[in-house]
């Protein structure tokens, strides 16, 4: 039964009228009033309004809830109904894990971890493109939730979540995932002569601070900071 159908039927109650009574009220047969409600004929507006206003109800009368419509109708008959809205809203659209295996082929998954203590804290999901997330191997990348505001002077802040590519080798004014002696953070390398590298976390060359390669590991290449507004 479409929604127009629905709501002729449930007006019809309201005004205590018999399919009889409400298809001579409105001169049509008593066949093609039970067709429409039960959703047999497809009904045009224009007839739709026409029984209404026949109902003493208007075209406004469509756009209140269907709840309160039962409500006040006082028919138990009818089981309760909500809005498509409602039902959208109240809609888990989380996937299952039969989901999850139908669409393995055309999504891929990741854990979104805090970068101070890899704590998993949300869920990341992007498509395949031609076996590929980003460009690359679907099993290079991972993501992290930036946790201090050590690199605010680039625009990556706390929260932010930054697509790492799983590489070791050092580009020149990229950003990469390190870990040192305070454990895991983000800045921008840069190679220096004698095996040296600078870690550079703002614009000022004050900020740089050189390290020797074996000082430092390098986790992986910063390639993409996201963040929410």
Request: aromatic share 6%; with cysteine.
């Amino acid at each position: 039964m479409n929604r127009l159908a629905e709501q002729i039927k449930i007006a019809r109650v309201q005004a205590n009228l018999s399919e009889k009574a409400l298809a001579k009220k409105c001169g049509i047969s008593e066949n093609y009033l039970r067709d429409i409600e039960s959703g047999k004929k497809v009904i045009k507006e224009d007839v739709a309004e026409k029984i209404l206003t026949k109902l003493g109800k208007t075209m406004d009368f469509m756009s209140m809830p269907e709840k309160t419509l039962q409500e006040e109708s006082g028919n138990k008959s009818f089981k309760q109904k909500v809005t498509a809205k409602e039902k959208l809203q109240n809609y888990d659209l989380k996937p299952t894990g039969a989901w999850q295996k139908a669409l393995g082929n055309l999504v891929k998954t990741y854990p979104v971890q805090r970068m101070d203590n890899k704590k998993v804290v949300a869920e990341k999901s992007l498509p395949l493109i031609g076996n590929k997330v980003e460009g690359y191997h679907p099993d290079k990348l991972f993501f992290i939730e930036v946790t201090d505001n050590s690199l605010q002077g680039f625009r990556i802040k706390k929260g932010d979540v930054v697509t790492v590519l799983d590489t070791q080798e050092i580009e020149n004014g990229a950003f990469y995932l390190i870990n040192v002696e305070k454990g895991r953070t983000i800045r921008k390398l840069r190679k220096e002569g004698g095996g040296k590298v600078s870690l550079i976390q703002g614009l000022d060359k004050e900020s740089a601070i050189a390290k020797q390669n074996n000082e430092l590991k390098i986790i992986g290449k910063c390639i993409k900071a996201e963040f929410s507004l």
